[in-house]
């Protein structure tokens, strides 16, 4: 009986010894969205994927084409500027793009892409809305941001409906960039 108690007192000890908080006062690493975009950032990957569903009424068969790519030959860069907020972007990247055709894949190279056009930008939350020269409005989800990481996240979605088809299309591209 004495043995049990015993070992049940040593387990308990070394629970409360092994539970006892960490007081050396070292930082977390950094995660989240908080830090502030300002700054000159070079990308560092770009992924790619979507597809294209187009249903022929007459008939009513679909149509659907799936992508899926990888940036390579990334040399591309931005730059956040504040009072004004402007985005100077330079650079471009190639896509290592594999089309799906109804499940038939052909792999292709998109070369000499361009990630976003330069602009003006707000943020607000974890949206970036760019509005371009030609007054086109992007919204970009900003993933990731950390005093040396970023990740945007571009979403574009379409639809199209005539007497003859109706097609819907989703896009999206992932950028991570560091400084």
Do not use: H
Not at 24 to 49: L, M, R
């Amino acid at each position: 009986m004495k043995k049990v108690l015993l070992l049940t007192l040593a387990l308990t000890t070394s629970l409360f010894i092994s539970c006892s908080s960490d007081d050396d006062n070292t930082p977390a690493p950094e995660t989240g969205t908080d830090a502030n975009i300002v700054g000159t950032w070079t990308a560092e990957s770009v992924d790619y994927s979507g597809f294209t569903s187009t249903l022929v009424l007459d008939t009513g068969n679909t149509l659907r084409v799936e992508y899926t790519g990888t940036g390579t030959d990334i040399d591309f860069g931005m730059v956040f500027s504040e009072s004004p907020n402007e985005l100077v972007t330079s650079g471009s990247f190639d896509l290592d793009l594999t089309t799906s055709i109804q499940g038939i894949p052909e792999q292709s190279m998109v070369l000499d892409l361009d990630f976003l056009e330069n602009g003006t930008w707000v943020r607000n939350g974890n949206t970036l809305r760019l509005t371009t020269a030609d007054s086109e409005v992007i919204e970009i989800s900003i993933e990731l941001l950390t005093e040396n990481s970023l990740r945007l996240r571009l979403t574009e979605e379409s639809s199209i409906s005539t007497s003859e088809i109706e097609e819907e299309e989703l896009l999206v591209t992932v950028v991570t960039l560091s400084r």
